[in-house]
């Protein structure tokens, strides 16, 4: 296998994103071509020779599924309250709430207090530096009483604010304190937002796509661990 | 290190408004490195006498930055790093990061390769449990239990090895299904283990289950309630011993499962012995599971096509298994290129050690260690 990832500085970093743009393909709204599952190995098996060439332009973009309108009582009801704030989709059979950054407590409380959305699995980030709002903020819940789950997902801008969902969920507690470790995500209404993974005077979030992945704190690790350097 | 005043803040340990009275509040430190913490874990407790008034964990010793390993490899590549954060269930942790990135490539695993998968995650799940147990009644005062369960266990180990190669870390299986056909005899192997460890399981339970020290130990110690167990997020055994009868295995099902007659066992106490009984029925089920598994294995591939540079189409995706200790999620972002945009792994043992707070209010120093024992965690995952 070809290893060109040795080199510390350049992260993937999403090339096919453009600014402003959800993590999925464009043009996933309406009207998107049906999904053509089989098509995917072959288009990829054609890809096969360019393995450890420069990535040149794709010869032919693979034709996998895209994201479709999800269409629910559930959505019908959210988009009643909140209009075109909530974006619906369902890409590969899992559903996903695309909202605005303004409705995120409510629309977590009605999730869980009315759509019996009742455990939290997950709270994380993910960072696109290009984008101009630059952290997609996503909760992965799941309802007992419905066997469903659904992500709701909303972009945020560095520095911007999230309110926290400890009062929803007290799971999200730890969550949150990772994604903010992780990512420098300021969640408002935490009961003690600080880092849990790293330790607290470390400087930087390891999990945006600018840190590097020798990259460190060689202050803290001067000062605390009395070596020159953790590499 | 760091600061320990200001990780305990949360703990309400304003020196001026204590009060004569309250002077024998004492914070105890107990761990990063205490044989039963399982791992390097650090609890401050703050005490009153022996009671445990609350407490918080300090984590992040093992923390290798796993997350942002993977978005420097590709797929393929970084399939051998999850064995290493729940390493006692390694074959679980690369079922569900597999299972992921088949989904985000819209492919599936052909059947006899799911069998195979199911074969050898239900061993590891019994290799967990005996682990798991060992270690807990040896933290309460048992020893005999950690050499009857590391003895069977190696006959698991042992299988993992000749198919494989490797006991611990297995990296058992590839994206598109099993790189590895079973080997010569695999089947007879599986039955024979069957065989051998349905009657130690009971072996193990007349050593503890009606064993008075033991019942003392552990019923009504560290008791949560379903409701808390949701609301914490805890799965997996726990959760089921809170009385909630909730197994992805069978909620929405993946690899073979679908196909397998069995059980999911709950308790009604949510205690640490109801937990410690439900994980003894699971053994029993998940060997009902390699029974059925082996005698109903398909022949046919164990691959799949895949691509050997797998470049997802752009997406995300999330995919969850019922690891051994819980619910065990993948999310995955693709951009489309060979490296995954961002992996996150959602542990259950980091989300159900969110709960020690909770469940250890009100016991005593002694139980924190059948509690945290109970729990079930590596801190190889808590911490990844």
Request: charged letters at 25%; proline letters at 8%; a negative charge.
């Amino acid at each position: 296998m070809p290893d060109d990832t040795t080199s510390p500085a350049p992260p993937p970093e999403g090339g096919p994103k453009s600014a402003a743009e959800p993590p999925v393909p464009s043009g996933a709204t309406a009207g998107s071509p049906s999904p053509v599952p089989p098509a995917t190995p072959p288009a990829a098996a054609a890809e096969k020779p360019a393995a450890a060439a420069p990535p040149k332009p794709a010869p032919a973009k693979p034709a996998g599924p895209v994201p479709v309108v999800w269409e629910s009582a559930l959505v019908a009801k959210l988009k009643g309250q909140f209009g075109s704030g909530v974006e619906a989709l369902t890409y590969l059979g899992q559903n996903y709430l695309q909202v605005d950054r303004s409705l995120i407590p409510n629309i977590l409380q009605i999730l869980r207090d009315e759509e019996q959305f009742d455990y939290c699995v997950d709270v994380t980030a993910v960072h696109y530096p290009k984008r101009e709002r630059q952290f997609d903020v996503l909760w992965i819940l799941y309802s007992f009483a419905r066997n469903e789950r659904v992500r709701v997902k909303t972009q945020i801008a560095e520095g911007e604010h999230i309110p926290s969902a400890v009062s929803i969920w007290p799971t999200a507690n730890w969550l949150e304190r990772e994604a903010y470790d992780m990512f420098g995500i300021q969640f408002v209404g935490h009961p003690e937002l600080k880092r849990i993974l790293l330790p607290d005077g470390w400087k930087g979030h390891p999990l945006r796509k600018d840190y590097g992945i020798i990259q460190q704190d060689q202050e803290w690790v001067q000062i605390n661990l009395g070596i020159e350097s953790g590499q | 290190m760091t600061d320990s005043t200001s990780s305990v803040s949360h703990l309400d340990l304003d020196e001026s408004k204590k009060t004569f009275l309250d002077a024998n509040e004492l914070i105890l430190n107990m761990g990063p490195q205490h044989p039963a913490t399982h791992g390097v874990l650090r609890v401050i407790l703050r005490l009153d006498g022996e009671k445990v008034l609350g407490l918080e964990c300090v984590i992040g010793y093992l923390h290798r930055g796993v997350e942002k390993i993977a978005e420097h490899r590709t797929y393929t590549m970084f399939n051998p790093y999850v064995d290493r954060m729940d390493y006692v269930a390694a074959v679980s942790n690369g079922l569900g990061y597999c299972e992921a990135v088949e989904k985000l490539l819209n492919i599936e695993a052909p059947p006899r390769a799911n069998y195979i998968r199911v074969i050898l995650t239900e061993l590891n799940r019994v290799a967990s449990h005996q682990l798991w147990l060992g270690t807990h009644a040896l933290d309460i005062g048992a020893m005999t239990p950690l050499f009857y369960t590391f003895r069977d266990r190696e006959e698991i180990l042992k299988i993992f090895e000749k198919y494989c190669g490797a006991r611990l870390t297995t990296h058992a299986f590839r994206i598109g299904g099993c790189q590895y056909e079973t080997y010569e005899g695999f089947e007879k192997d599986v039955k024979k283990f069957i065989s051998f460890v349905a009657p130690k399981i009971d072996e193990y339970e007349e050593l503890l289950t009606t064993n008075r020290i033991w019942v003392e130990r552990t019923k009504n110690v560290g008791t949560i309630s379903a409701k808390d167990c949701i609301a914490y997020g805890v799965t997996g055994p726990v959760l089921r011993a809170s009385g909630v009868k909730w197994d992805i295995r069978k909620a929405q099902p993946y690899a073979a499962y679908s196909k397998f007659d069995f059980e999911v066992p709950t308790g009604q106490n949510g205690d640490t012995y109801d937990r410690y009984l439900v994980r003894m029925a699971e053994m029993r089920q998940s060997l009902r599971i390699i029974q059925q598994a082996v005698d109903g294995i398909p022949e046919g591939p164990i691959m799949a096509k895949v691509s050997k540079v797998m470049k997802p189409p752009v997406g995300e995706i999330y995919h969850s298994i019922e690891a051994p200790k819980g619910e065990l999620g993948y999310f995955i972002v693709s951009d489309g290129s060979t490296q995954p945009y961002r992996v996150r792994v959602r542990p259950p043992s980091f989300v159900n050690l969110q709960a020690l707070d909770l469940m250890c209010r009100g016991q005593l120093v002694a139980d924190v260690i059948a509690v945290i024992g109970t729990l079930d965690i590596v801190l190889g995952e808590v911490d990844r």
